[in-house]
């Protein structure tokens, strides 16, 4: 699939809101709390590729890898920025992006970085599959938020192949069951890490903005989560298909998936208003 380094910039630090998506304060948190992750993931995912780089042969595969580490930077170029406007809003950001600073700090080999960063590509391409699949899911939506997560999700789509290649490049001496134990147990480790940090991320910031912490904080979370939108019900047969033995990172709907969100890409961009961020530089 042809990867495509938009250099676009969204001003969501020019303009945050705390109900951006669907006027919902807790549906916003849902998906603000996925951005808190992502510039220190994407800096992570970056350099575990680009280390294995001059080992390998393939110049089509060392291309992918420029390609990727270009769309990786702009989006965390974004999502710094969007980060920005949560610090803004009163949210302790500093404090849960250290919490993911040490999380993936405490991953030293390259191979561990690799096979982690295959896992949390894995999981982004879910959710970018799960936001494309619904056409209608930004449309009550503030526009530079929503046209922003389209723009991740078609690009996370088009370089959701690359580290499972690199992965398999840069292990030939692994057999494939061995290969296949790694990648799955690094999985489990990610899944079980990630969404506790997600849901804890989005009840601290509905907590800051005056909902108690209780059974109905959390019902709400788990309804987003699991039932409408289903943020994560919807990902998990992609999640799924990753332990399989065979498991193979594009999937036959995917081109198709991708030209439908190319094209909702250009349309969205035509109309939106965006604001000029004041943070990004
Ligand atoms: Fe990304
Ligand atoms: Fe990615």
């Known amino acids: 699939m042809d990867i495509i380094a938009r250099n676009l910039r969204f001003g969501i630090s020019g303009d945050p809101q705390r109900r951006w998506f669907d006027d919902d304060l807790v549906k916003s948190a849902a998906v603000d709390a ?16 680009r280390h294995y780089a001059p080992q390998l042969d393939d110049p089509e595969l060392k291309a992918e890898i420029k390609g990727y580490s270009v769309q990786e930077a702009y989006h965390t170029r974004e999502h710094e ?11 302790d950001i500093d404090g849960m992006e250290e919490t993911v600073r040490k999380v993936l700090g405490r991953v030293k080999r390259p191979i561990d970085r690799l096979l982690v960063t295959c896992a949390i590509e894995q999981i982004t391409y ?3 599959k ?7 899911l930004f449309d009550q939506s503030a526009d530079h938020y929503g046209c922003l997560w389209i723009w991740h999700a078609v690009e ?46 989005t ?29 994560l019900r919807r990902t ?17 709907e995917d081109a198709r998936l991708l030209q439908a969100g190319r094209a909702r890409l250009d349309k969205m961009l035509e109309t939106a208003h965006l604001p000029q961020p004041v943070s990004a530089a």
């Open 126 to 128: 879910g959710t970018s």
């Open 81 to 91: 920025d969007y980060n920005v406007a949560l610090r803004s809003l009163g949210y």
């Open 130 to 136: 799960m936001m494309l699949k619904t056409p209608d």
């Open 156 to 201: 996370e789509l088009e370089h959701s192949a690359v580290a499972p290649h690199v992965l398999t490049a840069a292990t030939p001496q692994m057999s494939g069951i061995q290969r296949y134990v790694m990648r799955t147990a690094a999985m489990a480790g990610v899944l079980a890490l990630f969404y506790r940090l997600w849901i804890r991320h």
């Open 203 to 231: 009840v601290a910031i509905a907590v800051a903005n005056g909902r108690k912490r209780g059974p109905k904080l959390y019902g709400r979370i788990v309804w987003l989560l699991f039932v409408r939108p289903g943020l």
């Open 236 to 252: 998990s047969s992609g999640l799924l298909r990753y332990f399989l033995p065979f498991y193979n990172p594009i999937a036959p």
């Open 34 to 49: 996925f951005s808190i992750f992502l510039p220190e993931g994407e800096r992570f995912f970056i350099r575990s590729l």
